[in-house]
Protein backbone atom coordinates (compact mmCIF):
# COMPACT_ATOMS: atom_id res chain seq x y z
CA UNK A 1 0.00 0.00 0.00
CA UNK A 2 1.07 3.49 -0.97
CA UNK A 3 -0.32 6.74 0.75
CA UNK A 4 0.42 10.07 -1.28
CA UNK A 5 0.24 13.32 0.79
CA UNK A 6 -0.36 16.17 -0.80
CA UNK A 7 0.06 19.96 0.52
CA UNK A 8 0.90 23.47 -0.22
CA UNK A 9 -2.88 24.54 -2.21
CA UNK A 10 -4.73 27.36 -0.68
CA UNK A 11 -5.92 30.72 -2.18
CA UNK A 12 -3.94 33.21 -4.33
CA UNK A 13 -4.37 36.01 -6.57
CA UNK A 14 -3.61 36.33 -10.22
CA UNK A 15 0.20 36.39 -10.95
CA UNK A 16 0.99 34.96 -7.96
CA UNK A 17 3.23 31.77 -6.72
CA UNK A 18 1.97 28.35 -4.91
CA UNK A 19 4.17 25.26 -4.89
CA UNK A 20 2.15 22.02 -4.30
CA UNK A 21 4.47 18.71 -2.62
CA UNK A 22 3.51 15.28 -2.21
CA UNK A 23 4.93 12.48 -0.35
CA UNK A 24 5.01 8.64 -1.06
CA UNK A 25 4.57 6.99 2.12
CA UNK A 26 5.86 3.16 1.13
CA UNK A 27 8.36 0.87 2.57
CA UNK A 28 8.50 -2.03 0.18
CA UNK A 29 7.63 0.19 -3.38
CA UNK A 30 9.75 1.87 -5.59
CA UNK A 31 8.34 4.28 -7.35
CA UNK A 32 9.08 5.18 -11.30
CA UNK A 33 6.94 8.11 -12.14
CA UNK A 34 4.99 10.95 -10.33
CA UNK A 35 2.63 13.21 -11.77
CA UNK A 36 -0.04 16.15 -11.05
CA UNK A 37 -3.68 16.21 -12.70
CA UNK A 38 -6.27 18.75 -11.77
CA UNK A 39 -9.99 18.51 -11.73
CA UNK A 40 -12.89 21.00 -12.05
CA UNK A 41 -16.71 20.54 -10.84
CA UNK A 42 -17.36 20.75 -14.55
CA UNK A 43 -14.20 19.25 -16.35
CA UNK A 44 -12.45 15.83 -16.52
CA UNK A 45 -8.98 15.31 -14.77
CA UNK A 46 -6.48 16.23 -17.10
CA UNK A 47 -2.34 15.66 -16.59
CA UNK A 48 -0.95 18.83 -15.96
CA UNK A 49 2.65 17.65 -15.35
CA UNK A 50 5.41 14.13 -15.20
CA UNK A 51 8.14 13.13 -14.35
CA UNK A 52 9.89 10.32 -14.59
CA UNK A 53 12.44 8.88 -12.20
CA UNK A 54 15.21 9.62 -14.68
CA UNK A 55 13.92 12.85 -14.02
CA UNK A 56 12.44 13.29 -17.84
CA UNK A 57 9.08 15.70 -17.34
CA UNK A 58 5.78 16.22 -19.58
CA UNK A 59 3.96 19.53 -19.48
CA UNK A 60 0.31 19.88 -20.80
CA UNK A 61 0.77 23.37 -23.11
CA UNK A 62 -1.34 25.21 -20.80
CA UNK A 63 1.23 25.52 -18.09
CA UNK A 64 4.58 25.39 -20.11
CA UNK A 65 6.90 27.86 -18.51
CA UNK A 66 4.73 28.92 -15.83
CA UNK A 67 4.80 25.56 -13.83
CA UNK A 68 7.93 23.48 -12.90
CA UNK A 69 7.65 19.88 -11.62
CA UNK A 70 10.39 18.56 -9.32
CA UNK A 71 11.37 15.19 -7.82
CA UNK A 72 13.14 16.78 -4.37
CA UNK A 73 13.96 12.85 -3.86
CA UNK A 74 12.65 9.31 -4.30
CA UNK A 75 9.08 9.92 -2.78
CA UNK A 76 8.23 13.42 -2.93
CA UNK A 77 7.51 15.61 -5.96
CA UNK A 78 6.68 19.41 -6.14
CA UNK A 79 5.00 21.64 -8.55
CA UNK A 80 6.16 25.45 -8.56
CA UNK A 81 3.12 27.12 -9.87
CA UNK A 82 4.09 30.56 -10.88
CA UNK A 83 2.10 33.24 -12.47
CA UNK A 84 -1.09 31.68 -11.57
CA UNK A 85 -4.30 31.96 -13.75
CA UNK A 86 -7.78 32.02 -12.48
CA UNK A 87 -8.00 29.33 -14.86
CA UNK A 88 -5.43 27.27 -12.88
CA UNK A 89 -8.59 27.11 -10.43
CA UNK A 90 -8.75 23.14 -9.50
CA UNK A 91 -8.73 20.52 -7.34
CA UNK A 92 -4.78 19.19 -7.79
CA UNK A 93 -3.93 15.42 -7.39
CA UNK A 94 -0.73 13.45 -7.00
CA UNK A 95 -0.04 10.56 -8.75
CA UNK A 96 2.36 7.32 -8.33
CA UNK A 97 3.41 4.50 -10.38
CA UNK A 98 4.82 2.12 -7.94
CA UNK A 99 6.22 -1.23 -8.36
CA UNK A 100 7.16 -3.82 -6.19
CA UNK A 101 10.15 -6.17 -7.36
CA UNK A 102 12.22 -8.90 -6.34
CA UNK A 103 15.44 -10.38 -7.17
CA UNK A 104 14.04 -13.86 -8.66
CA UNK A 105 12.31 -11.21 -11.71
CA UNK A 106 8.89 -11.11 -9.89
CA UNK A 107 7.33 -7.53 -10.31
CA UNK A 108 4.07 -5.78 -9.41
CA UNK A 109 3.22 -2.43 -10.97
CA UNK A 110 0.24 -0.58 -9.71
CA UNK A 111 -1.01 3.16 -9.39
CA UNK A 112 -1.65 5.78 -6.78
CA UNK A 113 -3.62 8.66 -6.13
CA UNK A 114 -3.41 11.40 -3.00
CA UNK A 115 -6.82 12.48 -1.83
CA UNK A 116 -5.93 16.50 -3.76
CA UNK A 117 -5.69 19.46 -2.48
CA UNK A 118 -7.61 22.76 -3.54
CA UNK A 119 -5.78 25.68 -5.70
CA UNK A 120 -7.76 29.16 -5.84
CA UNK A 121 -6.58 31.37 -7.72
CA UNK A 122 -8.50 35.01 -7.55
CA UNK A 123 -8.94 37.66 -10.44
Known amino acids: QVRLVESGGGLVQSGGSLRLSCEASTTIFRISAMAWYRQTPTTPRELVASITSGGKTNYTDSVKDRFTISRDNANTVSLQMNSLKPEDTATYYC??????????????????WGQGTQVTVSS
Open 95 to 112: NADVYYAEDGGFRADYNY
